[in-house]
Nanobody, 125 residues
Framework: QVQLVESGGGLVQAGGSLRLSCAAS????????MGWFREAPGKEREFVAA????????HYAESVKGRFTISRDNAKNTVYLQMNSLKPEDTAVYYC??????????????????WGQGTQVTVSS
């Protein structure tokens, strides 16, 4: 069992930056593919970014490419999402998720086995 706890959300003006963190429990963190998803009011949860277990492969949604950066520190059991040039349309609850193995279908919600409770990001115009 893996527990995920997100932090770092908040209110920021358009053009600003935030860094989200997701701390994971467990001793096999480096074996998990990790993803960030977001859910805006009235919309379905959508893929934002993902990173492979050892960090050698990263993927982004087109809407955040060039503005967001995903990274991980396996020594700290933590994955990060650096968000720059934020826009009002980035407003959502952001969730981190862990995929415990097998083919890493990083953009597919159903592929993830564990989810955090979410952290609110609000971008004002």
């Amino acid at each position: 069992q893996v527990q995920l706890v997100e932090s770092g959300g908040g209110l920021v003006q358009a053009g600003g930056s935030l860094r989200l963190s997701c701390a994971a429990s467990g001793r096999t963190f480096s074996s998990y593919g990790m993803g960030w998803f977001r859910e805006a009011p009235g919309k379905e949860r959508e893929f934002v970014a993902a990173i492979s277990g050892r960090g050698g492969s990263v993927h982004y949604a087109e809407s955040v490419k060039g503005r967001f950066t995903i990274s991980r520190d396996n020594a700290k059991n933590t994955v990060y999402l650096q968000m720059n040039s934020l826009k009002p349309e980035d407003t959502a609850v952001y969730y981190c998720a862990a995929d415990r193995g097998g083919p890493f279908n990083y953009a597919l919600l159903a592929d993830y086995d564990y989810w955090g409770q979410g952290t609110q990001v609000t971008v004002s115009s």
